[in-house]
């Protein structure tokens, strides 16, 4: 056990790592990684595939979980370093591309290669992170510490955010568009290095489980609790409905709409601003009305945002920003109720299985469900028709799927079990780390 000094220690350093590994995630997803790989002239089925792939790795979480399991003492070392070979592969990543310009490889497939490498072993850090963070916040101050720790993450994520897009159109007015995403994913592998000394330093209290024999029994047993599979059979319908709008949204504003990088950081700085505005009160109402509350609340509120997209016209930008406002406020509680529901729905020896089972779960349902819509997206390329100043092209026809195809996931919401209604609840003594 971790005394109350160490505990905060802890925390501190666990807030300070979240926020190093924010700006590693801005620097190489969202906006940034689809304008990288339309810098290198990829198509929509590129698009899709760079959306579903992050999916198909979780399959590689039943890896991390086993490791952090059969290796109890030694998961700080475990997860530090699987977090680490992940993020340094953008050193590659960076130089890849002008490595093979003097020869005749293929650049985007070899890309998507190495993205799928980076993916893997990025998912297999997932589930000692999870259990390890599990043991380390106190249970009594999980939704708080949660809701504060991620306004420090989004905090820093806007600075990434507004800095890299500045950045990028600054080199594509210098006509330097492919050296400025270099120039970021190196500064995102810096970034992964950070992260890695912050882990290094972080206590583990430890947790003792069975030695796990690779056997359906040990891989399945956090699917024996029905509340689990419950909370799975949500988040696969869910996720799969996402995914065929997610990897198009920002090439949506790059190709159809005429944004600029700028303009997207705005979005994206928006969409943080939002989110660093709710997330402390999406985790005290987690701890007075309990989570599912706020995963209905935010369900229901995230189900419209696409249609922003489809209905925005090319001169107008308000209806996106708006779109991001909304997302930001209920994807930040979407997100702190599932991970603390995941926590709560499981005992203590089979949390890191359980997130490794969970992601696995959803992960090939939603890697297809990306790769159909960047197939579909790519031979709908042709599609134009209009009506009036609107415009309809492939990508609006995918943001419209996705919205009907989530909504069997709000019937499959109201059998989840919330573990906390029901239980007395002991008011916090301590104040927040």
């Given at each position: ?105 293929p650049v985007l497939p070899l890309i998507l290669v190495v993205f799928l490498l980076y993916q893997l072993a990025y998912c297999a850090s997932g589930p000692g992170w999870v259990a390890w963070m599990a043991v380390l916040v106190p249970e009594r101050l999980r939704g708080r510490y949660l809701g504060r720790r991620n306004l420090v993450i989004e905090l820093v994520g806007v600075l990434a955010a507004l800095g890299a897009g500045a950045a990028i159109d600054a080199f594509r007015s210098a006509g330097r568009e492919r050296a400025g995403f270099a120039v970021l994913q190196v500064l995102a592998g810096g970034a992964g290095v950070v992260c890695f000394l912050l882990m290094l330093r972080q206590p583990d209290p430890g947790h003792h489980s069975p030695q796990p024999e690779i056997r359906w029994a040990y891989l399945l047993r956090p699917l024996q609790d029905s509340r689990f599979r419950r909370l ?202």
């Amino acid at each position: 056990m971790l005394g109350k000094s160490e505990i905060r220690r802890g925390l501190r350093i666990s807030t300070w790592e979240g926020a190093s590994a924010q700006v590693h995630n801005v620097l190489v997803s969202n906006a940034l990684l689809s304008g990288f790989a339309l810098a290198w002239g990829a198509n929509d089925f590129h698009l899709g595939l760079l959306g579903a792939i992050p999916f198909l790795a979780q399959l590689f979480q039943f890896v991390g979980a086993y490791l952090v399991d059969r290796w109890a003492d030694h998961r700080r070392i475990i997860v530090a370093s699987l977090g680490l070979t992940a993020r340094s592969t953008w050193f590659l990543i960076a130089l890849l591309p002008f490595l093979l310009s003097a020869t005749s490889l293929p650049v985007l497939p070899l890309i998507l290669v190495v993205f799928l490498l980076y993916q893997l072993a990025y998912c297999a850090s997932g589930p000692g992170w999870v259990a390890w963070m599990a043991v380390l916040v106190p249970e009594r101050l999980r939704g708080r510490y949660l809701g504060r720790r991620n306004l420090v993450i989004e905090l820093v994520g806007v600075l990434a955010a507004l800095g890299a897009g500045a950045a990028i159109d600054a080199f594509r007015s210098a006509g330097r568009e492919r050296a400025g995403f270099a120039v970021l994913q190196v500064l995102a592998g810096g970034a992964g290095v950070v992260c890695f000394l912050l882990m290094l330093r972080q206590p583990d209290p430890g947790h003792h489980s069975p030695q796990p024999e690779i056997r359906w029994a040990y891989l399945l047993r956090p699917l024996q609790d029905s509340r689990f599979r419950r909370l799975c059979v949500f988040n696969l319908y869910w996720c799969f409905g996402l995914n065929i709008c997610l990897p198009f949204l920002n090439a949506h504003l790059l190709k159809n709409l005429g944004w600029d990088f700028k303009q997207l950081a705005v979005l994206g700085v928006i969409t943080s601003v939002a989110s660093v505005l709710m997330n402390p009160v999406w985790g005290r109402l987690a701890d007075r009305r309990g989570c599912k509350s706020v995963l209905k609340l935010c369900t229901l509120g995230l189900m419209h945002v696409p249609l922003y997209y489809v209905f925005c016209p090319p001169n107008m930008t308000w209806p996106i920003y708006l779109s991001g406002i909304f997302y930001g406020v209920f994807m930040s509680g979407f997100n702190l109720a599932m991970f603390s529901l995941t926590l709560a729905s499981l005992p203590v020896q089979v949390r890191a299985m359980g997130s490794a089972v969970l992601n696995a779960v959803t992960g090939p349902a939603t890697f297809l469900s990306g790769a159909l819509s960047g197939w579909v997206a790519q031979h709908l390329t042709t599609l134009h028709w209009r009506a009036g100043t609107f415009a309809l092209v492939n990508y609006q026809l995918l943001f419209l799927s996705s919205i009907l195809l989530r909504v069997p996931a709000l019937a499959l919401l109201n059998r989840v079990h919330d573990p906390e209604i029901g239980r007395p609840r002991q008011p916090a003594s301590d104040p927040v780390p």
